[in-house]
């Protein structure tokens, strides 16, 4: 290119419009196309030479770390797109491909996955790096979540309750029997509580669901734990329905799901903390107990939690509950009570779902902290384990289903909680209108009322007060 045509090009001014500033920002890509949306402008002769073992050895490396960042080296050029294997149509089926460390992130203010304000997009959030990704599942408009185990999605689908496992960045899904399979067996078995309600039969199922998830030769089975009944079923992506052992579990506040195995510490730890271990199967066996803390050593350790490929479980010191504790499960294994003094960069978030997140994925976050209801106040504060002191409590209270979290904590509290997901409270599960709990929030519920009372007004109250003329056929009577 010639000298001044080269400076011309360079002097021009840039363009600033309002439709190219907005071009400027990050659009969102469906994840499958993200090979062809981060591809650099140009490809070096030297790296596309590089031999096709040497590069499918340094892409299983890069694969170990992220995904995504797999998907991105696959971008660099034909030939290493070419070499290596592509994740679609594996994501769900191949432990190696599902996302690390990924967590759907609610939106909070009256927002869930699926609403219309969302026009069909999901947010994930990295608890290493605190990366946000923006995807795009249509599933939502027909779905709602029911958990999210090993970093995929726990779907059900409306019209037929059909549970599907979703991979979210790369589309894959799983199919698995409808959850109304369910129904006949829990009606027909006598140790089940019974109730005249419908809705009863599907809060059972439906509130309080944990899931587990092993592949094995191509076959995924999954396993469900529902706290309420004391029971699990299972299924693979073979089967017509979901089958449900006649043992029980025992009773848990927190169970942590990780790679194909079931971890639960049982409810109440009066004789000390009883951690139990069950493993995906088809059938599973029953749990078996691997460890036991005594009381005097963890008072209330109900909360397992996985920080840095190690579990944790973390409880009081005391009866006082003033102090936090924590150990781990191998040393528990070996009858060694010695307790955790640091979790290096972590913090670590306890509810009914553990997480642990990196201090510098959160910037409000202070390492060596644990985020857990502060016993003084009952609302969520920092517990320096360094100190053991609490922090001020978080914007005032918050339980997690507050429609609109003041700061990224809360929305992290509230990726804790999984009834949060797809409703605005835990009665709400209860009490839908159809055995397909749908995403009712609390603009929903208020508007729902408003409209209630302007088409009632002084003449429609009336209306309700004033005597039938046939009281036969008027059923409020």
């Avoid at 869930?112 to 947010?123: E, K, N």
């Avoid at 089975?221 to 699990?232: K, Y």
């Amino acid at each position: 290119m010639p000298p001044s045509r080269s400076r011309k090009r360079t002097s021009a001014p840039p363009t600033t419009t309002a439709r190219t500033r907005r071009c400027r920002r990050p659009a969102a890509v469906p994840l499958d196309d993200v090979a062809g949306a981060v591809a650099p402008p140009f490809s070096s002769p030297l790296w596309a030479s590089l031999s096709e073992d040497l590069v499918c050895a340094i892409a299983w490396r890069v694969l170990s770390g992220d995904i995504l960042d797999y998907v991105r080296f696959r971008a660099v050029c034909t030939s290493w797109r070419s070499g290596t294997v592509c994740p679609c149509g594996r994501g769900a089926a191949d432990p190696r491909f599902h996302p690390c460390r990924w967590m759907m992130l609610p939106e909070g203010h009256g927002l869930y996955p699926g609403h219309s304000r969302l026009r069909g997009y999901v947010r994930f959030f990295n608890l290493d790096t605190g990366t946000f990704v923006r995807v795009k599942l249509p599933l939502f408009n027909s779905h709602c979540a029911l958990d999210s185990v090993d970093d995929l999605l726990l779907l059900q689908r409306d019209e037929d309750t059909g549970i599907r496992l979703v991979h979210p960045f790369t589309g894959d899904i799983a199919e698995l029997p409808p959850l109304a399979t369910l129904l006949a067996q829990l009606k027909n078995d006598p140790s089940v509580p019974r109730g005249s309600d419908p809705y009863w039969w599907w809060s059972l199922i439906r509130y309080c669901v944990c899931a587990t998830v092993s592949c094995s030769a191509g076959a995924i089975t999954v396993m469900l734990v529902f706290h309420h009944l004391r029971r699990v079923a299972f299924a693979t992506s073979e089967d017509r329905q979901w089958a449900m052992p006649s043992w029980e579990i025992p009773v848990n506040i927190a169970p942590l799901s990780l790679q194909g195995k079931l971890y639960l510490v049982q409810f109440p730890c009066a004789n000390g903390s009883l951690v139990f271990q069950m493993e995906v199967g088809s059938p599973p066996l029953p749990p078996k107990m691997i460890a036991t803390c005594p009381a005097d050593k963890l008072y209330g350790g109900y909360h397992l939690v996985e920080c840095n490929s190690q579990i944790l479980l973390a409880g009081y010191t005391d009866s006082s509950m003033s102090h936090i504790s924590i150990y781990k499960l191998e040393d528990l294994i070996l009858e060694r009570f010695v307790p955790v003094t640091s979790i290096g960069d972590r913090a670590l978030f306890l509810e009914d779902r553990s997480l642990s997140f990196s201090s510098k994925a959160l910037p409000t976050i202070i390492a060596e902290t644990v985020v857990y209801t502060c016993p003084l106040n009952r609302c969520f504060a920092q517990y320096r384990l360094t100190t053991g002191a609490w922090s001020q409590p978080f914007d005032g209270y918050s339980d997690g289903f507050n429609p609109g979290p003041y700061s990224l904590i809360q929305h992290v509290i509230s990726c804790c909680i999984r009834n949060v997901w797809y409703v605005s409270g835990p009665t709400l599960c209860v009490l839908a209108p159809s055995p397909v709990v749908r995403n009712w929030s609390l603009d929903h519920l208020i508007y729902w009322a408003i409209l209630l009372v302007i088409l009632l007004g002084t003449k429609g109250w009336y209306i309700l007060k004033r005597k039938p003329k046939n009281p036969d056929g008027f059923v409020g009577r």
